[in-house]
């Protein structure tokens, strides 16, 4: 069975600082690896990543992929409270028609 | 470009009543599913779709049925709906094997009540 775990399940930082989101995985046949972004509503795509070493990075957001160790880190540097959210780790297997395994999430507090 | 479309966003219904929520894209995606999430358990696959015509079940599919006439709609049945099935449901879709960096693209969520 696809597991995916993610930690911390959550977190409280101030404002400015850099936090790291860890997501570990067990799939049969990976083929891409997904986090998203939950603020209450429908899930925001953030990164899809399928190749180890190479960083994806959007503004103050970044992501890498380890397949040898089967885990991806997400990166958020400066956090602002706009931030704050739960951020989902998703991972895709087989031949693509098996959807997404998600993880339970980080919710992620960021203070003033 | 209006996306994915779930209706209703909200809905209460009673034990043993059946309804269908409704999901329809128009970005022309040919693989569409459905999940629900829980307090505490995430995003869970009920249901998914390839193509016009074919549908598999994934992770949680009792109690729920669907059909894929269209390329663009992809309803979700409740045949007699249990207290159990309270949840929020999304529906997605994407590319089956799309450009690089193409996630997948969320409805906006029904939140189901079953008293």
């Known amino acids: 069975e696809d597991k995916v775990v993610q930690s911390p399940l959550s977190l409280v930082v101030h404002e400015g600082d850099t936090v790291t989101l860890n997501c570990s995985y067990e799939v049969t046949n990976f083929r891409s690896l997904l986090w998203y972004k939950q603020e209450k509503k429908a899930p925001t795509f953030l990164f899809m990543l399928?190749?180890?070493?190479i960083e994806k990075k959007s503004g103050r957001l970044s992501s890498i992929l380890d397949k040898k160790e089967l885990f991806s880190i997400l990166n958020i540097t400066a956090t602002q409270t706009g931030d704050s959210a739960v951020y989902l780790c998703a991972v895709r297997a087989g031949g693509g028609a098996d959807g997404l395994t998600f993880g339970k999430g980080t919710h992620l507090i960021i203070q003033p | 470009n209006a996306g994915v479309t779930q209706t209703p966003k909200f809905q209460v219904l009673k034990t043993g009543q059946s309804m269908t929520l409704q999901c329809a894209q128009d970005?022309?995606?040919?693989?569409m599913s459905w999940y629900r999430q829980d307090p505490g358990m995430g995003l869970r696959l009920i249901h998914y779709?390839?193509?016009?015509?074919?549908?598999d079940q994934g992770e949680v599919p009792n109690g729920y049925n669907v059909s894929r006439s269209t390329t663009e709609d992809f309803p979700l049945r409740l045949l007699s709906a249990a207290p159990s099935q309270t949840s929020v449901y999304f529906c997605?879709?994407?590319?089956?094997?799309?450009?690089?960096?193409?996630?997948?693209?969320f409805g906006s969520g029904t939140r189901l009540t079953v008293v």
């Open positions: 399928t190749s180890s070493g």
């Open positions: 997605a879709s994407s590319w089956d094997r799309g450009p690089p960096g193409y996630g997948y693209t």
């Open positions: 970005m022309n995606h040919e693989y």
């Open positions: 779709s390839v193509g016009a015509g074919i549908t």
